[in-house]
């Protein structure tokens, strides 16, 4: 078979046709204006076109044209000369978002810049406990901004007296031993 011309330079001009029909069958559907399918015919056999060898070079430099001009990014750079930069300098007050980036919330401000100075043990215990009274599971944290204690003195004090919820719905928290559930007293053993 014979390409008519009007064809680019490196376009192979001849090219072997091989027949198939050993393939999925298929049909040709059509759709007329008024938005009607219809079923033009069978498809039943499948025709491969293969450049002859004396135009296989010419054929291998097309798809690296073809590959290459695939790759190229087309750049345009635009000049606002009205907008004087309004668009990419964030006003006061503004914060900037990227689309499809969900504004983080902040959390609140807290006194972390201060040092935390411990307090007595006995003391630091009772008000535990009546932490513990008014909810029975807390974080960490919420224990830290509660108490006002250094993360890892609490995390001693704590050891003695509570569990820590590994599963289920108070996952992540800390509840008080069985045995000091009942506590009102300033004894920890009743």
């Known amino acids: 078979m014979e390409m008519a011309q009007g064809c680019s330079s490196n376009t192979p001009k001849s090219y072997s046709l091989n027949m198939h029909s050993d393939f999925a069958p298929m049909c040709i559907f059509s ?34 044209e ?29 914060r900037l978002v990227h689309p ?18 411990r307090m007595d043990r006995g003391e630091l215990e009772k008000k535990l406990f009546k932490l513990f009274e008014g909810q029975p599971n807390w974080s960490i944290k919420q224990l830290m901004q509660e108490t006002n204690q250094p993360e890892q003195f609490l995390k001693e004090i704590l050891n003695t007296l509570r569990v820590y919820n590994k599963r289920g719905p108070n996952q992540g928290t800390h509840e008080l031993k069985p045995e000091y559930k009942k506590y009102t007293g300033d004894d920890p053993t009743n």
């Open 31 to 64: 759709e007329s204006n008024q938005g009607k399918l219809a079923c033009e015919g069978k498809v039943e056999n499948k025709f491969d076109m293969k450049p002859h060898r004396e135009n296989l070079m010419d054929y291998g430099k097309l798809c690296r």
């Open 100 to 117: 499809g980036q969900k504004e983080k919330k902040k959390p609140p401000v807290t006194k972390i810049d201060m040092k935390r100075t």
């Open 66 to 94: 073809r590959t290459n001009m695939s790759m190229v990014k087309p750049r345009k750079t635009e000049l606002f000369l009205d907008d004087n930069g309004r668009g990419m300098r964030p006003m006061p007050g503004e």
